[in-house]
């Protein structure tokens, strides 16, 4: 399997296929060489300038004491010798990665959702577009909308108290056991529409006569479900981890907005450590050491799942 | 019977239908409210959930309070110009990835891929520094160029360019045109539904953008509407009302370019399949 393949539009990835290999003169070749950089030069510029070069800058800043403050010097490996020894950054991480057990969630209720859209009947259309409105929305709005409900005397608290669910009133928010699983759930509810919309795609793509085949043959809609629609789900259901899997790592906006790390360091997720650490506490320096450190637990991490995936059969490249 | 079936099935999935919309714009639905009633407690005890009563006091107070047609215009200003920047961007750079013919391709390819997993935070600082050294701080322009280009965009648009027939392409040369022209007249047609969703995606984006802005701009008079938000938050968080309205004010806006452009954004997406 290649990209085209695992990519939400399959309709647009044949031509891949039917790419021949013509041999072209070598003249032909460098001319067609210098016309792609030329096209390619605007993009690669501004990459360079805002995707590469931080990347490329932030070792030697890394190494330094860099802040608004004080005189710049070279330090080492002071910087990561404290980060390491930094219990809010462990605590960051582990938050980070705690994150993550949002993603099969997320796969769970947006592929749930999508079976349930896709089908033809009355006012259809009205419900995708309505699952979609949280997609849209910015955070900020989100998370004030869910920073009420959330509250000690919002609306949740007297809905899960009218049903029986809980016999007390919980400031879910403000409550250390809580607070970053509700984060992970606002997280959830407002991306299930995004990862609907791809599964949807999917599930259209799957021929219909396939499906037909199966029920003929006596299938019932379970074993359609777990015998087709799931193994040719299998490509999508690999990218929506992907892209989720990058979201949770790097969440930011949501605990930005409604916790900004807390109780004590609860919700403390390393991007929003990063930037407490760049933007309020001045500390360049030491931010970029810590973005250093996170970019290469995410590369190891990415290298590890990609190398499953190899062996699932999947080939990402 | 099998008729009576059919109900019984139809409403079994209405039901569920209506419990994902109830779950997905509750929180929205009841914003609304709020935002119509003024003085009364969000944090009420049982909550009004309903309206009992709709005045648009809030609304009239919290306009004349944050001048939003300046924080709308901010932001349209910066949408836009961020989506045609972004998409002029990102299909001349996918362009020669997906068609053409030349060493380091792949390369190049893999190189950009791998760049979507660095964290945004880890970025921040070294892009405000080079902000900075252009010396376009607190102007929309520094808000805008950091995302003019993205991976994301690329990476998507080139699996469009791969899915034209290459045909297309050897007709135009045939014709004796330009690289650019046959790049402008005969392939971006071909990827309008693929431009159409990274339009929509990138103009989202931007709309609800409220840190970076906040970052590398001084003057609050240029915020765009989800950091004024923000700014309004951390302000008058007594002051319910006043917020809710606000919120409805800056959510309104996209959810209507959302309903109106989703029939393209939607076949975009789900490509030509019907559904």
Not at chain 1, 71 to 83: H, I, P, Q, R, S
Not at chain 2, 19 to 29: N, S, Y
Request: with cysteine; aromatic share 18%.
């Amino acid at each position: 399997m290649n990209w085209a393949d695992f990519w939400y539009l399959p309709n647009f990835s044949k031509g891949a296929l039917q790419m021949k290999r013509n041999h072209n003169s070598s003249k032909k070749i460098n001319s067609e060489a210098k016309t792609a950089w030329l096209f390619m030069a605007p993009g690669l510029i501004l990459l360079c300038l805002f995707v590469f070069w931080p990347i490329i800058y932030s070792v030697p800043l890394a190494f330094t004491n860099y802040s608004v403050i004080a005189e710049t010097e070279f330090v080492g490996l002071d910087n990561f010798v404290k980060a390491f020894h930094d219990v809010d950054f462990i605590a960051s991480l582990k938050n980070s990665l705690l994150y993550v057990i949002v993603v099969p969630f997320i796969q769970f209720f947006s592929i749930l959702m999508a079976i349930l859209v896709n089908r033809k009947m009355k006012g259809i259309r009205f419900f995708r577009s309505a699952y979609y409105i949280p997609v849209v929305t910015s955070m900020v709005a989100v998370s004030i909308i869910w920073g009420w409900l959330l509250s000690q005397n919002g609306v949740i608290n007297y809905l899960l108290m009218y049903v029986g669910i809980i016999d007390k009133k919980i400031s879910w928010l403000s409550n250390y056991n809580t607070a970053l699983w509700v984060l992970m759930f606002i997280t959830m509810w407002k991306g299930l529409g995004y990862y609907m919309m791809i599964y949807l795609a999917g599930l259209q793509a799957i021929p219909l006569d396939l499906v037909e085949a199966a029920r003929i043959d006596g299938a019932n809609r379970w074993q359609v479900i777990r015998k087709i629609t799931i193994p040719l789900l299998k490509p999508y259901v690999f990218f929506c981890s992907l892209i989720s899997l990058m979201g949770a790592i790097r969440v930011f906006d949501e605990v930005f907005v409604l916790t900004s790390g807390g109780p004590g360091n609860a919700t403390l997720t390393s991007s929003l450590y990063i930037y407490q650490q760049g933007f309020q506490k001045f500390n360049f320096g030491y931010s970029s050491a810590l973005g250093l450190i996170v970019s290469v637990f995410i590369v190891v991490l990415s290298v590890i799942v990609f190398f499953f995936n190899r062996k699932g059969g999947v080939n990402p490249y | 019977m099998k008729k009576s079936m059919n109900i019984v099935k139809k409403l079994f999935l209405y039901f569920w239908l209506i419990v994902f919309a109830i779950f997905m714009m509750g929180p929205f639905l009841w914003l609304l409210s709020v935002s119509l009633m003024p003085g009364k407690n969000v944090f009420s005890f049982p909550p009004a959930i309903f309206p009992s009563f709709i005045d648009f006091k809030n609304y009239i107070d919290v306009w004349k309070y944050m001048d939003f047609f300046k924080y709308i215009w901010n932001t349209v200003v910066i949408s836009v110009l961020g989506v045609v920047l972004s998409i002029f961007f990102s299909c001349l750079t996918a362009y020669p990835l997906a068609v053409f013919k030349f060493k380091g391709r792949n390369a190049i390819f893999l190189v950009l891929v791998s760049t979507m997993i660095i964290p945004a935070a880890a970025g921040l600082v070294v892009n405000y520094l080079t902000i900075k050294a252009l010396g376009v701080m607190d102007t929309y322009l520094a808000v805008i160029l950091p995302s003019a280009v993205s991976v994301f965009n690329i990476f998507l648009m080139r699996q469009a360019f791969i899915g034209v027939p290459l045909e297309i392409r050897d007709s135009g040369r045939i014709d004796g045109a330009s690289e650019f022209r046959i790049w402008y007249q005969l392939m971006m047609p071909m990827v309008k539904p693929a431009i159409a969703v990274i339009g929509l995606l990138e103009f989202m984006a931007m709309w609800n953008n409220f840190l970076w802005p906040i970052i590398v701009l001084n003057d609050t008079n240029k915020y765009p509407l989800a950091s004024a938000l923000s700014f309004l938050n951390g302000q008058f968080s007594y002051n319910f009302g006043w917020i809710a309205a606000g919120t409805m004010i800056s959510v309104i806006p996209i959810i209507v370019v959302f309903l109106f452009t989703q029939k393209y954004y939607m076949e975009g997406i789900s490509g030509a399949v019907k559904g």
